[in-house]
């Protein structure tokens, strides 16, 4: 079983759509959950950390569910611009170290 | 402006010859991590390293080397021992290796091996 397990997708919406994603993780004793958004050929970038009360930042909500392992991630009135790869990251210790475990993402395509 | 630098951007190398790919944060962040992306694959850790003078193999560290003289500066190496070398290497860097902070991602270096 992978460490962290997205749906690849691509999910096709158009504009205006509400659209969620799911990622599973493997280690219940992993610590911080964050989305990132890649672009094509670009690096990943930060969309929003996790939290266990679960939180939002505009038309975005990412909830955790640490019972069942997963976090998901929701967008609301979906924007030419989301379209992306979205990867769910996991950061866990190991050995006394810590590592940021990455989803293989889900790519999104917003269409007009 | 803070901010992780790769260089060089795009490098070409001749099979049978060592690239060294350079990473260079100014965030005075204490970890930093290289990663390799394939088409349409995730990412994929290779070397990670939490203090100076010290660094940890990741899950596919087999033909790669680092180094960790300097707290700004994590390099990496890829030598002729790795197979498939073509890729998009990432490196990032978090403030510290405790329970939270998000890692932050330099541009990447796209290395084609002709």
């Known amino acids: 079983r992978k460490e962290v397990e997205q749906d690849p997708g691509p999910f096709n919406v158009p504009e205006g759509a509400t659209v969620a994603f799911n990622c599973t993780y493997s280690n219940s004793a992993s610590q911080s959950f964050f989305w990132y958004r890649q672009d094509c050929r670009k690096e990943p970038k930060l969309l929003m950390s996790v939290y266990s009360s679960g939180n939002e930042d505009g038309r975005f909500t990412a909830q955790l569910n640490r019972a069942s392992q997963y976090i998901s991630l929701l967008i609301r009135d979906s924007k030419l611009s989301d379209s992306a790869t979205y990867l769910c990251?996991?950061?866990?210790?190991?050995?006394?170290?810590?590592?940021?475990?990455f989803g293989t993402g889900t790519r999104l395509k917003v269409l007009a | 402006d803070g901010g992780i630098t790769q260089s060089p951007k795009y490098l070409f190398r001749k099979e049978g010859q060592n690239v060294t790919l350079s990473c260079e944060q100014n965030l005075n962040h204490d970890a930093m991590y290289w990663y390799r992306q394939d088409p349409g694959q995730g990412l994929r850790l290779i070397y990670y390293s939490q203090i100076v003078n010290d660094f940890q193999k990741g899950d596919i560290a087999e033909g790669y080397s680092v180094s960790r003289e300097k707290k700004e500066s994590f390099p990496l190496t890829v030598t002729s021992a790795q197979k498939n070398p073509t890729a998009f290497y990432l490196c990032?860097?978090?403030?510290?290796?405790?329970?939270?902070?998000?890692?932050?991602f330099g541009e990447g270096s796209r290395l084609t091996v002709l």
């Open positions: 990251v996991v950061k866990e210790t190991a050995s006394g170290t810590y590592k940021y475990i």
């Open positions: 990032a860097s978090s403030i510290y290796a405790g329970q939270t902070g998000e890692l932050f």
